[in-house]
């Protein structure tokens, strides 16, 4: 009877270190900006997945960055917000970056990883780069 709990809690506990060292090494490359550049985008941009994101950027974004994603929103940080519809300065953002910015928070911009899982973070990466085109 003693052996079946024991196992249960041994595993309980190396499941938890495994969950801590994977969110650690993800953690890791948003902390280095030259990591995070390379951080390829997992989601491909469907219609699903730019609804999805569009959905989001509605919601969590909108309000400062601009509905249109100009960078004019209703809300006034006081930062300059960039201009999201803006093709050449887009290209200079990489997918890794901006997943980083939206799940570590950025400036006023708070993290967004506790609300929304990675795929989500994606989709809404996936929305964001569509407004330039």
Known sequence: ???????????????????LLAQTASSDACSDP?????????V???ADSLAQGKKYYGYDCAMCHGAT??????????DKMPDFTNA???????????????KSGHGHMPKENIRQTP???????????SLSK
Request: hydrophobic share 45%; net charge positive.
């Open 1 to 19: 009877m003693r052996k079946p709990c024991s196992l249960a809690v041994l595993f309980a506990f190396l499941f938890s270190v495994g969950a």
């Open 34 to 42: 030259a990591e995070a550049a390379k951080i390829v985008n997992p």
């Open 44 to 46: 491909k941009p469907t």
């Open 69 to 78: 994603g100009n960078g004019k929103g209703e809300v006034d940080t006081g």
């Open 88 to 102: 050449t300065a887009m290209k200079e953002k990489a997918d890794g970056q901006m997943f980083c910015s939206l």
């Open 119 to 129: 795929n989500e973070l994606w989709n809404l990466v996936n929305y964001v780069r």
